[in-house]
């Protein structure tokens, strides 16, 4: 399971610090280069469709390290 997050660690999308609701639409918007605010009304439009949208948001929200390392899922499966 440690590899599991270790290959997770090593992805280019990190958690941004200072994100609304736990950084996901500002760190999808640094890595594209994209506008933070169009990707916020997309992820917003996405959750009209509920378990696509806010299904995807838990999912990343679990996954996606932080720029420290730090994984939401590990420290859930570790307690």
Same mark, same amino acid.
């Given at each position: 399971?440690?590899?599991?997050?270790?290959? &997770?660690?090593?992805?280019?999308?990190?958690?941004?610090?200072? @994100?609304w &609701?736990a @950084?996901?639409?500002?760190s999808?918007?640094?890595?594209?280069?994209?506008?933070?605010?169009?990707?916020?009304?997309?992820? %917003?439009?996405? !959750?009209?469709l509920? !378990?696509?949208?806010?299904?995807?948001?838990l999912?990343?929200? &679990? %996954?996606?390290?932080?720029?420290? @390392?730090?994984?939401?899922?590990?420290k &859930?499966?570790?307690?």
């Open positions: 399971m440690d590899k599991f997050f270790d290959i &997770l660690r090593s992805s280019p999308i990190k958690r941004a610090r200072g @994100g &609701l @950084g996901i639409c500002a999808i918007a640094l890595k594209f280069g994209w506008d933070v605010s169009l990707v916020r009304i997309a992820v %917003l439009l996405s !959750f009209l509920p !378990f696509i949208g806010i299904g995807t948001y999912v990343a929200w &679990l %996954l996606l390290p932080t720029t420290d @390392g730090k994984i939401i899922l590990e &859930l499966i570790k307690r």
